[in-house]
């Protein structure tokens, strides 16, 4: 099972493919639990964690039957959260690519339920408290941007973001929200990086999730209303 803490060799991934725009030079490439290959469109990584995912979500599915909701819930936690959530910011923009990550997440929902195979799965996830995947994502997105909004990460992040007050000395409806400059993406690769997400998503929050002082209120609000949507 993947370790939930992004050691020193993911940190670097991240600065150098999302904040460097280093490419890679090899078809395929491996570190520390991440499938890279040289387009950076993270489909080797996609496809072997969907491949584990689908391994256990078949051996909880035989397990139903013997197993109470919260013990199978216990195993949702631990053998497919994980690799959902390691390093996802690095691969995880919500991109058609990652669509069949929701769907085994469906799956899981509706066996740890034991709901029929066409039930929606919208009310499981909240019955359960979990998030969709693309929720995740944006979860994880919330926190980091949190933190540096808060000075809370290593200084290699402290030039990646520009508040608009920086910018320029006017007051308005930007400045007053605290957002930050958006940069004029060229390329796809550029869109979907942390950097362009992070401050698209930090803009688009009401001022009292900025105004929140610890990381752990600011993400049970934030994953609270994600699932008020389901």
């Given at each position: ?10 940190m ?9 725009g ?36 078949g ?138 997400r ?21 993400t ?11």
């Amino acid at each position: 099972m993947p370790c939930l803490s992004m050691n020193a060799s993911i940190m670097g991934l991240l600065i150098s493919l999302l904040f460097r725009g280093l490419w890679v030079n090899k078809e395929q490439y491996t570190s520390t639990g991440i499938h890279i290959d040289e387009n950076l469109t993270w489909k080797k990584h996609i496809d072997t964690i969907t491949a584990k995912i689908s391994k256990n979500i078949g051996i909880m599915n035989r397990l139903k039957n013997v197993l109470p909701c919260s013990i199978l819930l216990t195993l949702y936690n631990s053998f497919i959260l994980p690799y959902l959530n390691y390093a996802i910011l690095t691969w995880g923009s919500p991109t058609p690519k990652c669509n069949k990550l929701l769907n085994l997440q469906k799956r899981a929902v509706r066996v740890i339920s034991k709901a029929d195979y066409c039930e929606h799965s919208g009310p499981l996830f909240d019955n359960l408290k979990l998030l969709k995947f693309v929720d995740l994502y944006y979860l994880n997105l919330g926190k980091f941007m949190f933190k540096y909004m808060n000075n809370l990460l290593p200084a290699c992040f402290n030039s990646s973001f520009t508040l608009t007050s920086n910018i320029h000395s006017f007051y308005t409806r930007s400045t007053a929200r605290k957002n930050l400059y958006v940069n004029f993406c060229r390329t796809t690769l550029s869109k979907n990086g942390v950097i362009q997400r992070g401050t698209l998503f930090w803009n688009s929050l009401d001022n009292s999730f900025k105004s929140f002082r610890t990381l752990s209120t600011f993400t049970k609000k934030l994953k609270t209303r994600s699932l008020n949507e389901y």
